[in-house]
């Protein structure tokens, strides 16, 4: 992540439950993320033209910081991988 992340600013975690348009009551109690990670949201859209990352697209961690972090890292390495190609 380079040098720079060493020296961020803050970090602000949100707790979506309070927010109105992102959170409603379930009717019955439902596991924290287990539909995060799934294979398919992770699969490259338009013929890999478009590379979708994010804790949903995340094989570890879904539905947290850090499966977000891994899924950017990867689409990144891809996207790299593609850009280099043309170069060759």
Same mark, same amino acid.
Do not use: C
């Given at each position: 992540?380079?040098?720079?992340?060493?020296?961020?600013? #803050?970090?602000?975690?949100? =707790?979506?439950?309070? *927010?109105?348009?992102? %959170?409603?009551?379930?009717?019955?109690? &439902?596991?924290? !993320?287990?539909?995060?990670?799934?294979?398919?949201?992770?699969?490259?859209?338009? #013929?890999?033209?478009?590379? =979708?990352?994010?804790? *949903?697209?995340?094989? %570890?961690?879904?539905?947290?910081?850090? &499966?977000?972090? !891994?899924?950017?890292?990867?689409?990144?390495?891809?996207?790299?991988?593609?850009?280099?190609?043309?170069?060759?």
């Amino acid at each position: 992540m380079g040098k720079e992340a060493s020296g961020y600013l #803050s970090y602000t975690e949100k =707790l979506w439950k309070g *927010e109105a348009f992102t %959170y409603t009551d379930y009717r019955k109690y &439902g596991m924290p !993320h287990q539909h995060n990670g799934h294979p398919l949201y992770a699969r490259p859209l338009m #013929s890999g033209k478009i590379q =979708l990352a994010g804790t *949903e697209t995340a094989p %570890y961690f879904g539905g947290y910081l850090d &499966g977000a972090v !891994h899924s950017g890292l990867s689409a990144a390495s891809k996207v790299l991988k593609q850009v280099n190609s043309f170069d060759a």
